[in-house]
C-alpha cells in the first residue's frame, strides 16, 4: 500500500498520474455491456442532490449530468421541475448511450462544453477518479454561466478504510512488502479550498457515512467488482495477488472488521459538493471598517480610542 493521493496541485503542467483511466474505462464498459454494471449507492446519491436542488429558489434551463450510470437517476433530478433540458453523460459509450434523452461520452479530464454554456452542472461518483481534481473542477466552473451551479458527490478518504489496513497488512506480513491495492480518495477538509481554488462562490461541502454490511470479505470484493471499482491505480502491481496475501487479508479483516454475527463491516463515505460560478448578486463578505453602524453605539457603551490606531475606535 502507497499513500498515493489526488494531485490537488494548481492544475497546470502535468498532474501527477495516479489512475490508469484507461483500464477504467475499459473496466465500465466491459461490466456494463455484460449487464454487470451495479452501484448501490447512486441511487441514494441521486436522491440526496435532487432533495438539495429542489430547494433551490431558481430554475436552470440547460444543465448535464455527469456519471449518473442509469439515466434514470438523472430522470429523478429532472423531476424536480428545476431543470427544463438535461444531457447526461458517462465515460463508458454504453452506459451513456442507454436510454433515449440526450447523451455523451466525456473524459471528466477534459471537458467537451464550451465556456458560459451550461446553468447546472452534477457530477455523480465520477470526480475520484480523476487525476487533476483541481482542473477538473476548474473545467466545470468555467462551463457554467455565471451565477450556475454546480452540485457534486465523490467518495471520501474514509471509504474502504477497513479494506485498505487489512491488504496493508496481510501483504507486509506475508510478502514482506507492500503495493498500492485500494485507491486513494479526496481528504473532507482539501475540498472547500479545491473549490474555492477553481473559481466557485459560495463553497459548501458536508458528508455522508455509510457503514454497509457483508457476509464476508469475498462478497465486498465482488460488490467493487460490479461498481467496476477494482485497483486502478497506476502504480499498481501487474502480477495477480498471491493466494497467501488474500486468504490472509480475508483473515485479518474477519478478525478487526466483524460484527458479532459473523458479518463484516465496509465504510463508504460520500462527500457532497455546492458551488456557484460567480456573479454580481451573489452575497460576498463586508469590507473590514464599511459597517454602516458602530458597534459602540448598538451596545449602548463607551468608545475608547486605542493609541496607535488613527482614531478607530473599540466599544
Same mark, same amino acid.
Given at each position: 500500500?502507497?499513500?498515493h493521493?489526488?494531485n490537488?496541485?494548481?492544475?497546470?503542467?502535468h498532474?501527477?498520474?495516479?489512475?490508469?483511466r484507461?483500464?477504467l474505462?475499459?473496466?465500465?464498459?466491459r461490466?456494463?455491456?455484460?449487464?454487470?454494471l451495479?452501484d448501490?449507492?447512486?441511487?441514494r446519491?441521486a436522491e440526496?442532490?435532487?432533495?438539495?436542488?429542489?430547494t433551490?429558489?431558481?430554475?436552470?434551463?440547460?444543465?448535464?449530468c455527469?456519471?449518473?450510470g442509469?439515466p434514470?437517476?438523472?430522470?429523478?433530478?429532472?423531476?424536480?421541475?428545476?431543470?427544463?433540458?438535461m444531457?447526461?453523460?458517462?465515460?463508458?459509450?454504453?452506459?451513456?448511450r442507454h436510454?433515449s434523452?440526450p447523451a455523451?461520452?466525456?473524459?471528466? $479530464?477534459?471537458?467537451?462544453?464550451?465556456?458560459?454554456?451550461l446553468?447546472?452542472?452534477?457530477?455523480?461518483?465520477?470526480?475520484?477518479?480523476?487525476?487533476?481534481?483541481?482542473?477538473a473542477?476548474?473545467?466545470?466552473r468555467?462551463?457554467?454561466?455565471p451565477?450556475?451551479?454546480?452540485?457534486?458527490?465523490?467518495?471520501?478518504?474514509?471509504?474502504l478504510? $477497513?479494506?485498505?489496513?487489512?491488504m496493508?497488512?496481510? $501483504?507486509s506480513?506475508?510478502?514482506?512488502?507492500v503495493s498500492?491495492?485500494?485507491?486513494?480518495?479526496? $481528504?473532507?477538509?482539501? #475540498?472547500?479550498s479545491?473549490l474555492?481554488?477553481?473559481?466557485f462562490a459560495?463553497?459548501v461541502v458536508?458528508?455522508?457515512?455509510?457503514?454497509?454490511?457483508?457476509?464476508?470479505?469475498l462478497?465486498l470484493?465482488?460488490?467493487l467488482?460490479?461498481?467496476?471499482?477494482?485497483?486502478?491505480?497506476?502504480a499498481?502491481?501487474r502480477?495477480?495477488?498471491?493466494?497467501?496475501v488474500?486468504?490472509?487479508?480475508?483473515?485479518i479483516?474477519?478478525?478487526?472488521?466483524?460484527?458479532?454475527?459473523g458479518?463484516?463491516?465496509?465504510?463508504?463515505?460520500i462527500?457532497?459538493?455546492?458551488?456557484?460560478?460567480?456573479?454580481e448578486?451573489?452575497?460576498?463578505?463586508?469590507?473590514?471598517?464599511?459597517?454602516?453602524?458602530?458597534?459602540?453605539d448598538?451596545?449602548n457603551?463607551?468608545?475608547h480610542?486605542v493609541?496607535? #490606531?488613527?482614531g478607530?475606535g473599540?466599544g
Amino acid at each position: 500500500m502507497s499513500d498515493h493521493a489526488h494531485n490537488t496541485g494548481p492544475g497546470e503542467g502535468h498532474p501527477a498520474l495516479v489512475f490508469d483511466r484507461r483500464v477504467l474505462r475499459q473496466r465500465r464498459e466491459r461490466a456494463a455491456r455484460a449487464g454487470r454494471l451495479e452501484d448501490f449507492m447512486l441511487a441514494r446519491i441521486a436522491e440526496e442532490l435532487a432533495d438539495r436542488l429542489a430547494t433551490i429558489n431558481r430554475d436552470f434551463p440547460v444543465a448535464a449530468c455527469l456519471g449518473a450510470g442509469d439515466p434514470s437517476l438523472a430522470a429523478k433530478l429532472m423531476a424536480t421541475g428545476k431543470i427544463a433540458a438535461m444531457v447526461h453523460g458517462d465515460r463508458s459509450e454504453t452506459v451513456a448511450r442507454h436510454g433515449s434523452g440526450p447523451a455523451l461520452v466525456h473524459d471528466d $479530464e477534459v471537458l467537451p462544453f464550451a465556456d458560459a454554456s451550461l446553468d447546472a452542472l452534477l457530477s455523480i461518483q465520477s470526480l475520484h477518479w480523476v487525476n487533476d481534481l483541481p482542473g477538473a473542477l476548474a473545467q466545470m466552473r468555467r462551463a457554467l454561466r455565471p451565477d450556475g451551479l454546480f452540485l457534486g458527490a465523490m467518495l471520501g478518504e474514509d471509504t474502504l478504510t $477497513e479494506l485498505r489496513q487489512a491488504m496493508l497488512a496481510a $501483504e507486509s506480513e506475508v510478502a514482506g512488502g507492500v503495493s498500492p491495492r485500494v485507491s486513494p480518495f479526496v $481528504e473532507l477538509r482539501e #475540498t472547500g479550498s479545491l473549490l474555492q481554488r477553481a473559481g466557485f462562490a459560495l463553497p459548501v461541502v458536508d458528508t455522508d457515512r455509510l457503514t454497509v454490511r457483508y457476509s464476508d470479505p469475498l462478497a465486498l470484493m465482488r460488490e467493487l467488482q460490479a461498481m467496476a471499482a477494482t485497483n486502478a491505480l497506476a502504480a499498481r502491481s501487474r502480477k495477480l495477488l498471491p493466494r497467501a496475501v488474500l486468504m490472509r487479508a480475508m483473515e485479518i479483516y474477519q478478525e478487526l472488521f466483524s460484527d458479532p454475527d459473523g458479518r463484516i463491516r465496509a465504510t463508504f463515505q460520500i462527500v457532497y459538493l455546492i458551488g456557484w460560478a460567480p456573479h454580481e448578486s451573489q452575497q460576498k463578505p463586508l469590507r473590514p471598517g464599511s459597517a454602516a453602524a458602530r458597534l459602540a453605539d448598538a451596545l449602548n457603551a463607551t468608545e475608547h480610542t486605542v493609541p496607535g #490606531t488613527r482614531g478607530r475606535g473599540s466599544g
